[in-house]
């Protein structure tokens, strides 16, 4: 198949998704168009059958708010029409649904060869996708897609909650790439940041105010006043970063806090933690926290969205009441404290996120695309 993959090219999950299913696509010998305005973050090596085509937008002295979604529509079109798409999945619904719609509008008979395919993924529902001012569009635009899926249950049943949509959504969940994020040893890392054997706290996010990045440093300032040796590494950045260096400043606990910044070998800096943090106030299914569960990594998360799906509450980790710093610093001593407990929690979490493979989902969207092209092309020729 000729398949077109519509995403942010961000630090963050829903461009990881689409950029890792991509690449999983083009190994199983499909042919990969990446459409986005730059090169998505995990797109970073060569593949013969993977094309990336960066969207410009030309700017003009009228516009103060240059149109990125036109330009992504005729682009879109450019792709169908010369690459011969047979499937365009966009991921993230805004505004990459309604630049899709449009692109089939414009080619008329000849667009209603090409499936499209919306992933739903999170804040585009729950957060600004329900927001008044994008909410008629959204929803007009997932009505008007070929086929819609969501990460997680929570997802799809948020979006029938918030939308007055009826059409069938369909769940296919995030995935992880098990060779890839495993527990290796990083004897000379984890000897560089933690001189005095310091147990390990990563959390990693894009420091958007959703994400709670402080809590984090809550929770690590109660650890650090039970007497325990650790260190904190906070890995990505964004937004709230400044809000976190302030409270680290705060609680005094600047000097067991590394900021590292957006990293590409997420995995090395997971090989070396103990365990992961993820307080966020909103998270339809959390990515980052399969990654580490991946790599062996209990999770102490909030209880909010698809978290506590992913995350068995005292197995993989612990399920906290949002906001509830104390509950969350008491479940991570608990684990900190007791290595036997700690190990056993690794394991299960390794296990948890072997549900998650990679080819498997892979192949669930294969044989969706197969089934929504068969659908779409069935309807030109009756
Ligand atoms: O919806 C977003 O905030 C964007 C997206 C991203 O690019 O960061 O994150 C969402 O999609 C991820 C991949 O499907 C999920 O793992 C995240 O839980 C979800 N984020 C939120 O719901 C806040």
């Known amino acids: 198949m000729n398949i077109g993959i ?44 993977i094309d990336f085509h960066e969207v410009a937008v030309n700017v003009y002295p009228l516009f103060e708010y240059p149109p990125y979604d036109l330009a992504l529509a005729s682009h879109m079109v450019n792709l169908i029409k010369y690459q011969k798409l047979d499937v365009l999945h966009v991921h993230y619904a805004i505004p990459h649904a309604t630049s899709a719609y449009l692109a089939r509008e414009i080619l008329g008979e000849q667009g209603r060869q090409v499936a499209i395919l919306t992933t739903l993924h999170g804040t585009d529902i729950t957060i600004v996708g329900s927001d008044p001012s994008y909410l ?134 997971l090989s070396i933690s103990d365990l992961f943090l993820m307080p966020s106030g909103s998270e339809t299914f959390g990515l980052a926290a399969l990654e580490a569960m991946s790599c062996g990594v209990p999770v102490i998360s909030s209880d909010v969205g698809g978290l506590p799906g992913l995350n068995i509450d005292g197995e993989t980790g612990f399920v906290c009441k949002l906001g509830d710093i104390d509950a969350m610093g008491d479940a991570a001593i608990s684990l900190l404290r007791d290595p036997e407990k700690l190990e056993a929690f690794s394991k299960a979490a390794r296990k948890r996120a072997e549900m998650f493979e990679l080819d498997k989902i892979v192949q669930q969207y294969e044989s969706h695309y197969i089934r929504i092209l068969k659908k779409v092309r069935g309807t030109v020729e009756a």
């Open 136 to 269: 008629p569009v959204v929803e007009f635009s997932i009505n008007k897609s070929d086929s819609v899926t969501a990460v997680s249950e929570y997802l799809r049943d948020e979006t029938y909650e918030k939308f007055g949509t009826t059409r069938n959504i369909h769940v296919i969940p995030n995935f992880v790439d098990l060779d890839r994020f495993k527990r290796v040893e990083r004897t000379h890392f984890k000897k560089a940041i933690c001189p005095d054997g310091e147990l390990v706290l990563t959390h990693v996010s894009n420091f958007r105010k959703v994400k709670n990045v402080s809590h984090t440093v809550e929770v690590f300032a109660r650890v650090l006043q039970q007497g325990i040796k650790a260190k904190l590494l906070l890995v990505g950045d964004g937004p709230d970063r400044i809000n976190v260096e302030s409270r680290c400043r705060e609680l005094g606990v600047c000097d067991h806090v590394r900021m590292l910044g957006k990293q590409e070998k997420v995995e090395e800096i």
């Open 6 to 49: 519509v995403c942010y090219p961000t630090y963050g999950g829903s461009g990881v998704v689409a950029t890792e299913l991509g690449i999983g696509l083009a190994k199983r010998g499909h042919k990969v168009h990446f459409l986005s305005y730059a090169r998505p973050q995990r797109l970073n090596e060569f593949e013969h059958n």
